[in-house]
């Protein structure tokens, strides 16, 4: 089935438990420290952008490399991070895109200690279908605790 068949055959909502799966999977893989395998769910030229990086850092190689340094640097200080994704809504993009937002907490738990709240973020990703699955496309992460212009939903502009 063509990108284009798959995305507009069925209902947004019918893509719902898909794009939960994948999600899902996907920060199981960040979480495990498989940055190869995380990075491979990008579309090749795959952009990862935060209001704290706007410009976004582009391609499975680069992803993969950054994360494989972050991972190192959490393994380091002794924590286990956990993702957990929430309130997530699935749309159709028009363009024979799927376009997924979704609450992300991270958590931190230092060994032998108690858990505590990392980041609180909103995030807006850009999926493509790659097979009975998905690829980001285009993932922007809003923090919530970064002082940005927002509008009057919460959001940024």
């Known amino acids: 089935m063509t990108q284009q068949s798959l995305t507009t055959a069925r209902p947004a909502h019918e893509h719902f438990q898909s794009v939960h ?8 893989l960040l979480d495990e420290g498989d940055s190869a395998g995380w990075a491979a769910t990008f579309t090749e030229d795959g952009v990862f952008a ?3 990086r706007p410009e976004g ?9 950054r994360m494989t340094h972050h991972v190192g640097v959490i393994r380091r200080r002794g924590l286990t991070r956990r993702h957990w994704l929430g309130m997530l809504s699935v749309d159709h993009g028009g ?6 937002r979704y609450y992300a907490i991270v958590v931190d738990t230092p060994v032998g200690g108690e858990a505590s709240l990392h980041l609180s973020t909103f995030c807006e990703d850009v999926l493509v279908p790659d097979g009975d699955s998905w690829l980001v496309a285009y993932r922007f992460v809003h923090h919530d605790n970064f002082d940005s212009v927002r509008d009057d939903r919460g959001t940024d502009s």
């Open 50 to 52: 935060q209001d704290t």
């Open 95 to 100: 363009d024979g895109t799927v376009r997924a």
């Open 57 to 65: 850092r582009k391609g499975r190689a680069v992803l993969a490399e």
């Open 21 to 28: 799966h994948f999600l899902n999977r996907q920060m199981q």
